[in-house]
């Protein structure tokens, strides 16, 4: 199976939000074999959106979450208000989030903490700055913000975790590592996180994030170690977004997975 997440960030209205959701369905359409696609809105449109996907099997998610169960907590949105709003997924610790709204690894750890004690399914964004690639030290980086996010988290054993190998270089800009230096990345990844909080191969989803693109999905989505990816830019262009859902489908109709 392959797993395409949208993010659709700040850029749709609940119109434009419902158009892409019935975009997103029309581009499923009479297809047997099908990734599993999860759409993220603005916290304005779920509600709207959830309306469109329910009895779908396109899944509804949120960008982010607040870190405190519920209280005096003004503009926060907590995961127990996700959860009754219909969302299967939360996005926690996008990059976009740690650099201008402060989240920090103890922050993310917070959120991952509370929303594992949910049946919303965390998509949790990890990713090296360009700064520490050029040193070498990707790997030991994103690592080191694995274990910080997942300290005494405990994921269910009839839960799922989604991590996102975002690196911050490549979000928005156009440029992207390669097949392998991501297939590379998720090897340890899966390694770390399978070992470390001791969650099962099948129960972790390991993606990829930054400038995925309908003509470069492919190259992604066909590697075995990388189980789908996660889109902004490309996700709020509609036949953009369809053309990854087929690169997802073409590699599962070739490697019946
Ligand atoms: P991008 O964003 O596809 O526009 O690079 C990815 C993300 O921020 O999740």
């Known amino acids: 199976m392959k797993m395409i997440i949208a993010n659709w960030k700040m850029h749709l209205g609940i119109r434009e939000s419902l158009a892409h959701a019935r975009g997103v369905l029309r581009a499923l359409v009479g297809n047997d074999v099908q990734p599993t696609v999860v759409v993220c809105p603005s916290f304005t449109a779920l509600s709207e959106v959830r309306k469109v996907l329910v009895r779908t099997h396109v899944q509804l998610g949120a960008q982010t979450m607040g870190p405190e169960r519920f209280g005096a907590f003004t503009g926060d949105v907590s995961v ?3 959860d009754d709003v219909g969302c299967q997924y939360v996005i926690i610790g996008h990059s976009e989030r740690r650099a201008m709204a ?11 903490n509370l ?3 949910t049946s919303i399914t965390p998509i949790l964004c990890v990713g090296e700055s360009r700064d520490v690639r050029e040193q070498g030290k990707a790997e030991t980086h994103v690592i080191a913000q694995l274990r910080a996010a997942l300290k005494n988290v405990h994921i269910g054993t009839s839960s799922a975790l989604v991590i996102a190998y975002e690196p911050v270089w490549a979000i ?4 992207q590592p ?3 230096e991501v297939v590379a990345m998720h ?8 070992e470390g909080i001791g969650v099962r191969n099948d129960q972790l989803s390991v993606v990829y994030g930054g400038s995925v693109t309908g003509e470069n999905a492919y190259q992604y989505l066909r590697e075995p170690m990388i189980d789908g990816v ?3 830019s490309a996700s709020i262009k509609l036949q953009e977004f369809s053309a990854i ?11 019946r997975v």
Do not use: C, F, H, Y
């Not at 402060?102 to 991952?112: F, I, S």
């Not at 928005?172 to 440029?175: A, H, T």
């Not at 090897?187 to 399978?194: D, F, L, P």
């Open 102 to 112: 402060g989240e920090t690894d103890a922050l993310v750890n917070q959120k991952m």
């Open 230 to 232: 996660l889109v902004g």
């Open 178 to 180: 390669t097949p392998a």
């Open 187 to 194: 090897t340890a990844i899966r390694a770390a996180v399978v």
């Open 115 to 117: 929303v594992s004690q």
């Open 245 to 255: 859902i087929t690169a997802g489908r073409d590699v599962m109709v070739a490697q």
């Open 172 to 175: 928005g800009s156009g440029v």
């Open 80 to 82: 127990a208000q996700l």
